[in-house]
Nanobody, 127 residues
Framework: QVQLVESGGGLVQSGGSLRLSCAASGFTLEHFAVGWFRQAPGKEREGVSCISSGDGSTNYADSVKGRFTASRDNAKNMMYLQMNSLKPEDTAVYYC????????????????????WGQGTQVTVSS
């Protein structure tokens, strides 16, 4: 059974940090580009970061550049999102996702939708 399961969400004060994890099972993450996405109440889902499967290069949404760091550990079939300097506007449900192939761009992910989604984890940043 193919699954992506996020963990690590929670409530944090503005300026704080959280680390999200995503565990893949039922498939080999190594062959997939992976990404993190978020959806705030009343807003469309947006891309946060994507990591290529080949060279592991990352790209980020402008809103999180310099604050968030995405990474992957193919040996563990895991991916991570380190979130620092969190702001109230970062409050959302965060999803991990995977797409077969090498590269994936956070800006045009809707043109290349994921093959698999996680169920999401809530991140709430208080002011």
């Amino acid at each position: 059974q193919v699954q992506l399961v996020e963990s690590g969400g929670g409530l944090v004060q503005s300026g704080g940090s959280l680390r999200l994890s995503c565990a893949a099972s039922g498939f080999t993450l190594e062959h997939f580009a992976v990404g993190w996405f978020r959806q705030a109440p009343g807003k469309e889902r947006e891309g946060v970061s994507c990591i290529s499967s080949g060279d592991g290069s990352t790209n980020y949404a402008d809103s999180v550049k310099g604050r968030f760091t995405a990474s992957r550990d193919n040996a563990k079939n895991m991916m991570y999102l380190q979130m620092n300097s969190l702001k109230p506007e970062d409050t959302a449900v965060y999803y991990c996702a995977a797409r077969w192939g090498t590269s994936w761009n956070v800006e045009d992910w809707r043109l290349q939708p994921p093959d698999y989604w996680g169920q999401g984890t809530q991140v709430t940043v208080s002011s």
